[in-house]
Nanobody
Framework: QVQLVESGGGLVQAGGSLRLSCAASGRTFSNYAMGWFRKAPGKEREFVASISNTGITAYLSDSVNGRFTIARDNAKNTVYLQMNSLKPDDTAVYYC????????????????WGQGTQVTVSS
């Protein structure tokens, strides 16, 4: 089992920044690719970013590319999502997830999920 706890969400004005953290415990963190997903009210859960277990490879969705970055610190068992130039459309609950294997964009490939952290961007 891998336990994931997200933090860092909150209310921010459009154009502002937030950094989300996801702390992992349980099995060896460096064995898992990590992903960030988000779910807005009335919308499907969508892929935001993912990073390989080594941190060498990362992917971002088109909607956040150029504004968000994903990083991980395997010594701290933590993955981060730095969110800059936030827009009201970024408002959602953000979830981190862990997967054995490559850094997937398909949420069905992820085995473990956190409880989520709310991000609200006001206009």
């Amino acid at each position: 089992q891998v336990q994931l706890v997200e933090s860092g969400g909150g209310l921010v004005q459009a154009g502002g920044s937030l950094r989300l953290s996801c702390a992992a415990s349980g099995r060896t963190f460096s064995n898992y690719a990590m992903g960030w997903f988000r779910k807005a009210p009335g919308k499907e859960r969508e892929f935001v970013a993912s990073i390989s277990n080594t941190g060498i490879t990362a992917y971002l969705s088109d909607s956040v590319n150029g504004r968000f970055t994903i990083a991980r610190d395997n010594a701290k068992n933590t993955v981060y999502l730095q969110m800059n130039s936030l827009k009201p459309d970024d408002t959602a609950v953000y979830y981190c997830a862990a997967a054995r294997g490559p850094a997937y964009s398909d949420d069905g490939r992820y085995d473990y999920w956190g409880q989520g952290t709310q991000v609200t961007v006001s206009s």
